[in-house]
T-cell receptor
Framework: GQNIDQPTEMTATEGAIVQINCTYQ??????LFWYQQHAGEAPTFLSY??LDGLEEKGRFSSFLSRSKGYSYLLLKELQMKDSASYLC???????????????WGLGTSLGVNP | ETGVTQTPRHLVMGMTNKKSLKCEQH?????MYWYKQSAKKPLELMFV???????ENNSVPSRFSPECPNSSHLFLHLHTLQPEDSALYLC????????????FGNGTRLTVT
């Protein structure tokens, strides 16, 4: 079946490092997205991984292991503004049309404390 | 500013009302989407227009009706809604390629009374 799991809530301290995990099960796989959503705002794109390994983008990095069905988002030098929900979404294999299907997690609510 | 603009930001409507949500994208994308976001549920894809082809999620009730007059504009027409339809409705756009990220609008917070 199709399933995405990520922790519901996490808390961390300003300046620290936090890792948000995501495991997935999909029918075919064409990559994994991470989005950030502040309360009352639009989700914004953070990263896309399709190959195994770590992709670094400033303070944020994303890792993928296709064989383990596992990804994580790593946030370094945490700032108060990083308090948000982080959504993991797996891209299933394309169907016969040009339609792709994203399987979304419930999101991880991260609170950053001073 | 997200490049995807949704109006209104908030909407309260009775079950017998008819209203429409509007979305406009200024990013030159060729696919547009309606998503429903409810508490403690994953994002639910409602409708997609991609390369002028409409794709429906068959579990969406007929009281929701999309309209996409061109690649930059998307509407969601609402009629005879139920209280359980109260949610955040998000519009998004992307290029119609499989790994293109979605660009979301700020959403319309809908309350059905």
């Amino acid at each position: 079946g199709q399933n995405i799991d990520q922790p519901t809530e996490m808390t961390a301290t300003e300046g620290a490092i936090v890792q948000i995990n995501c495991t997935y099960q999909t029918s075919g796989f064409n990559g994994l997205f991470w989005y950030q959503q502040h309360a009352g705002e639009a989700p914004t794109f953070l990263s896309y991984n399709v190959l195994d390994g770590l992709e670094e983008k400033g303070r944020f990095s994303s890792f993928l292991s296709r064989s383990k069905g596992y990804s994580y988002l790593l946030l370094k030098e945490l700032q108060m503004k990083d308090s948000a929900s982080y959504l993991c979404a797996a891209l299933e294999g394309l169907n016969a049309g040009n339609n792709r299907k994203l399987i979304w997690g419930l999101g991880t609510s991260l609170g950053v404390n001073p | 500013e997200t490049g995807v603009t949704q109006t209104p930001r908030h909407l309260v409507m009775g079950m017998t009302n008819k209203k429409s949500l509007k979305c406009e994208q200024h990013l030159g994308h060729n696919a547009m989407y309606w998503y429903k976001q409810s508490a403690k549920k994953p994002l639910e894809l409602m409708f997609v227009y991609s390369l002028e082809e409409r794709v429906e999620n068959n579990s969406v009730p007929s009281r929701f009706s999309p309209e996409c007059p061109n690649s930059s504009h998307l509407f969601l027409h609402l009629h005879t809604l139920q209280p359980e339809d109260s949610a955040l409705y998000l519009c998004a756009s992307s290029q119609a390629t499989q790994n293109s990220p979605l660009h979301f609008g700020n959403g319309t917070r809908l309350t059905v009374t």
